[in-house]
């Protein structure tokens, strides 16, 4: 079967990073951010532990854990049109299950793309980990053989472009609708 050049570089990507899956601790990874990160799980769970916890920036954290939503809840909506199957099990023996056939894009991707932006514009101090967490889960969907390289990347573009439009429009905001109402007051004389 010729794929063409994009095609094929997709397949030998995929097919590098998918024999990893052959040592036993790379597989244990990969399964195990594939489980968390099913329906973008890992990161809401995580946006709503930070909203528990830091009472100042709540608002803030719910923000941010409603673009991962949305960032997931968008890459569902891309897939139902692009339909693009799954690599073949033949070729690339999946190390998960998955929760649909569709690969186009990844909402693992986009789900951990989102909350790499969103979570770290709130700069929290776990922030450091977030977006080398959101990387690996990444590159586990490719480990576990369930996506294509291209797959990937355009959920994270799209899990990205989706936060960062979100973050955007937050801060857009005019400054007095941002305003306490107490600082607001009159004229001092």
């Known amino acids: 079967m010729s794929y063409g050049t994009y095609g094929d570089t997709d397949h030998r990507v995929l097919a590098a990073l998918r024999g990893y899956g052959t040592r036993p601790r ?30 100042e920036r709540r608002g803030a954290w719910l923000r941010a854990t409603a673009l991962v939503g949305a960032a997931h809840l968008a890459s569902m909506g891309v897939k139902r049109v692009v339909r ?23 909402s693992h991707a986009a789900s951990s793309a989102a909350a790499a932006v969103a979570f770290g514009a709130l700069r929290p101090p776990g922030g450091r980990w977030v977006t080398p967490l959101a990387a690996a889960m990444c590159v586990s969907r490719l480990v576990a053989g369930v996506h294509y390289p291209s797959d990937v990347v355009a959920g994270a573009l799209l899990g990205a472009l989706t936060a960062r439009a979100g973050t955007a429009r937050h801060r857009e905001r005019p400054a007095a609708a941002r305003l306490p109402a107490a ?7």
């Open 26 to 55: 790379v597989a244990t990874a990969a399964r195990a951010l594939s489980a968390g990160g099913e329906h973008g799980a890992l990161w809401l769970t995580a946006g709503l532990l930070g909203a528990a916890t830091d009472r």
């Open 84 to 106: 693009r199957p799954r690599p073949a099990p033949a070729t690339f023996a999946p190390l998960v299950r998955t929760a649909g056939r569709h690969s186009f894009p990844s």
């Open 183 to 189: 600082a607001g007051g009159g004229r001092h004389g």
